[in-house]
């Protein structure tokens, strides 16, 4: 990796770290500029670009441009939590001279903490929705080349019949026919729902297309796949603050639940055979959406730590 190439990545790194909320890395940070004039060269014009995405967004108060990067961090932080994260590319080709998506092998890695979603525009015009506990990686070459490792992803894909986009997720391949999709990943299984078009899901000798208004389950334990039927409307609900089932096992509920609020949310031995039904609304102050959840269900929701327990009455 080139050295231009190397900062930008370091750079990136802390304009999105110091983004976040928690941060408390300072020290560090400090460090990392005074180590070689080329990281300050590097990070502040990403920091002000930041800035400058958050002012289009209309949020008050905005920081002048000499402000110190502690002044720029908690407002970054807001306009985050309100549109996701700054998109990759859009920022360094806003600073010019630097590129995350260069000539060159390797990958980039891409990571939502729970709760948290963000999006990211692809070089090839495609465009990934990160929910929150996601973690994804781009092949630097070839941006259609996606592995999703964990959680969950909505794709709306450029289609190209000469160069299909490809995602990979454990041992299978999920092959874009033209469409816009959500796949989930975790504990060993592959969930899809296709909102438009068609992906095929390729897996060993399996091949099994799957179109708009179709589902698709396989676990890596079994070459066997569940095929199924959604409202399209629905798919990647979680983009806009709603999850919708239809019977559902409440340990899948709450996985999704999760993702999107942030806590752990497990579900009690004696529960794990229901099923649930219906829309639930995670918009609103998140520490209201799994009570609110468990009212309806009729189970108790408990907090124990920085999750919930979902338990009978």
Not at 92 to 117: C, D, F, K, N, T
Not at 145 to 154: I, K, P, T
């Amino acid at each position: 990796m080139a050295r231009n190439e190397r900062i930008a990545e370091e750079a990136l790194g802390w304009v999105i770290r110091i983004a976040e909320p928690a941060f408390n890395e300072w020290e560090a940070f400090d460090a990392w500029l005074a180590a070689d004039p080329g990281h300050g060269d590097a990070y502040w014009p990403m920091a002000e670009a930041d800035r400058a995405i958050a002012a289009v967004v209309a949020i008050p108060t905005a920081p002048t441009p000499a402000a110190s990067v502690s002044d720029i961090a908690p407002y970054s932080a807001r306009w985050r939590v309100i549109t996701g994260w700054a998109i990759a590319a859009s920022l360094v080709a806003m600073v010019g001279g630097y590129s995350l998506w260069p000539r060159g092998g390797g990958q980039i890695v891409i990571e939502s903490p729970a709760g948290v979603s963000r999006t990211l525009d692809l070089p090839d015009g495609s465009q990934v929705a990160l929910n929150g506990g996601t973690r994804i990686i781009v092949d630097r070459v070839d941006s259609r080349n996606v592995r999703l490792d964990r959680g969950e992803a909505s794709f709306a894909v450029r289609h190209d019949p000469d160069h299909p986009f490809a995602l990979r997720v454990g041992d299978a391949l999920i092959a874009d026919v033209g469409t816009r999709f959500d796949v989930v990943r975790g504990g060993g299984q592959t969930r899809i729902a296709v909102a438009e078009g068609a992906v095929r899901y390729i897996r060993g000798d399996r091949s099994q297309l799957v179109a708009a208004g179709e589902t698709l389950e396989a676990d890596d334990a079994n070459a066997t796949i569940a095929l199924g039927t959604v409202d399209p409307g629905t798919v990647a609900g979680w983009r806009n603050h709603r999850l919708a089932y239809d019977r559902a096992p409440l340990a899948i509920v709450a996985a999704d639940l999760s993702r999107s609020t942030g806590y752990t949310v497990s579900v009690a031995p004696d529960l794990a055979r229901r099923s649930f039904t219906g829309t639930i609304s995670t918009d609103g102050p998140r520490a209201e959406v799994i009570p609110r959840f468990a009212e309806e269900m009729d189970v108790k929701a408990v907090h124990v730590g920085d999750g919930w327990i979902l338990t009978r009455r």
